[in-house]
């Protein structure tokens, strides 16, 4: 047992009782209360906080508020399900007044001892909350700042927070991390109690209104929702919405969004994230990466010029070529060009070398008629002969004779008809081959006169 | 685009670095486009350079009352 302090002299000229030992006075505080009449509370749940042993709570409703406290075992025979009891919970309770008297070594604690509890339905704030983000929601007011540009390298960040609040140690130390010294312009504000909303919305337009900040983190440590009302405030979260720099929101609850989280161009569970969040760029890292495509921006370049004199006289060399197949294309254009006479001069030769070998034909022919003629002459001759002997025998011979003068070419002749042959005393047939041979001969019936072929009017 | 009036942002600058460094690297640009490509992106690299550089002279931290007076008194001098 802890030994009992002797008692000491009261105050002087005090007219009060006592002094008294705290631990007796707290232990008849507790009966006081104890003997208080056992009534049901109803309320909202707040900063619902489950120990081994026992689960605490606040019940708050907008006159007052009140410490409550269940036996863990009670609690788990309520079997609520997983999440049923949170912040913000409307629940009825039942119970009586409580103190616990501590000890030299444990805070005293007051309390409503609750014994039976039911949970009433969503709480009051939390519908008020979900109303308003409906209507929020409905007017587009979560958009506007999504569609913001965050500055991946800003020269100047604004952060509004608590002036004693670990978050803005916080901050510093995100910023830090990014290798970013830059401007910070601090907006302290209180974040917690009825006072905030309007200080922050304050804060976050005269900011804005600097014109000079080209991002602003809202930031705050942990803490329960109801703490973190402020940031669910209506004319704030307005105010962000429509606010023409982007705002990166951190208040730091990991189970509820609060209002701001979902106006604001982006939400970081913590003031450090937040801050990274406002530096994209890892600037140590983003000096270096610079360092390395300066260097390769110089190795393309270099490579550029060494290539250009080669290039200079590679367009030389194609100048040549293109010279030479300038050239080249004009002989043949020329080529090309002399084709047609070329070929009319060949058909033309070609036309003469078949006359003179029709020519030919036509002699070689004429000779091989007149060489058989000849001997069918001489054949018939002899024939007429010895028919003309018989012919006295009888005269049918006669007639046979006359027959076979009448195939004589002389006879043709001798009928008016003129046989034209040139130099080389070869028949002349068409009036082209006269022209060609200029000088013929004419040989009629009688004998053969010598002719020039002159004009070359052709007369049909 | 950006026009003089709206200098490019670094985001900006960085993203059309990547495109030429790529463009560059493709072996596809010709000797002229390679020699504008590199002549852009050394102005693009000073230009990042000159932002990583402000915001690498060492923390300046202040209070939104004292910017605010700042400006004042700036536009006050003008």
């Known amino acids: 047992m802890a030994q009992r302090l002797p008692t000491p002299a009261g105050i002087d000229g005090s007219r009060l009782p006592g002094p008294y030992g705290v631990g007796h006075y707290a232990a008849r505080l507790r009966d006081y209360l104890r003997e208080r009449s056992r009534v049901q509370l109803f309320g909202e749940v707040w900063n619902l906080r489950v120990s081994r042993v026992k689960v605490y709570f606040e019940l708050r409703d907008a006159d007052g508020a009140l410490p409550c406290s269940i036996w863990r075992t009670d609690f788990d025979a309520l079997r609520l399900g997983e999440g049923a009891l949170a912040d913000g919970s409307q629940v009825v309770v039942g119970g009586g007044l409580d103190y616990y008297v501590g000890s030299r070594t444990s805070s005293p604690a007051f309390s409503f001892a609750v014994a039976g509890l039911r949970v009433a339905g969503e709480g009051d704030l939390l519908a008020q909350l979900d109303r308003l983000r409906k209507a929020l929601d409905a007017e587009g007011l979560f958009e506007p700042q999504k569609r913001l540009v965050l500055p991946a390298l800003p020269r100047t960040i604004g952060v509004v927070t608590g002036e004693g609040g670990k978050a803005r140690d916080d901050v510093l130390a995100g910023l830090h991390r990014r290798g970013w010294s830059g401007r910070l312009v601090w907006a302290f504000a209180p974040v917690q109690d009825r006072h905030a909303a309007p200080a922050i919305t304050r804060a976050v337009q005269d900011l804005a209104a600097t014109g000079e900040v080209d991002v602003i983190v809202v930031a705050r440590g942990g803490g329960s929702l109801a703490d973190l009302f402020c940031f669910c405030d209506e004319t704030l979260c307005r105010t962000i919405a429509l606010l023409g720099v982007p705002v990166i929101a951190s208040v730091g609850h990991h189970t509820d969004r609060t209002l701001i989280d979902d106006v604001a161009a982006l939400s970081c569970s913590t003031p450090t994230h937040a801050a990274e969040s406002a530096v994209a760029v890892h600037c140590a890292q983003a000096r270096q990466e610079l360092l390395l495509i300066g260097r390769r921006l110089g190795v393309h370049g270099r490579r550029a010029a060494v290539a250009r004199p080669a290039v200079v006289a590679a367009a030389r060399r194609l100048g040549v070529h293109g010279r030479r197949a300038l050239l080249q294309r004009a002989q043949t254009l020329a080529r090309l060009s002399r084709a047609p006479g070329e070929h009319v001069a060949r058909e033309r030769a070609r036309l003469h070398q078949d006359l003179r070998e029709m020519r030919a034909s036509g002699r070689r022919r004429l000779a091989g008629e007149r060489a058989r003629i000849a001997r069918r002459a001489l054949v018939l001759d002899r024939k007429a002969r010895s028919a003309a002997l018989e012919a006295r025998r009888a005269p049918g011979l006669q007639a046979l004779a006359m027959a076979l003068a009448a195939h004589d070419p002389a006879r043709t002749l001798e009928r008016g008809y003129v046989l034209v042959t040139d130099r080389a005393d070869e028949p002349v047939t068409t009036a082209a081959a006269a022209r060609a041979a200029g000088a013929v001969s004419l040989r009629f019936g009688d004998a053969a006169v010598d002719a020039t072929i002159t004009g070359d009017d052709e007369h049909t | ?78």
Do not use: F, N, W
Not at chain 2, 52 to 69: I, K, P, R, T
């Open chain 2, 1 to 78: 685009m950006s026009t003089p009036d709206e200098p490019l942002s670094y985001e900006a600058a960085t993203a059309r670095l990547e495109a030429i460094i790529k463009r560059l690297d493709s072996g596809e640009a010709g000797l002229r486009e390679t020699l504008e490509l590199c002549k852009e992106g050394r102005t693009l690299v000073e230009l990042c350079a000159a932002e990583l550089e402000a915001v690498g002279q060492g923390l300046e931290e202040l209070h939104l009352d004292e910017l605010v007076a700042r400006l004042e008194a700036g536009a006050g001098q003008s």
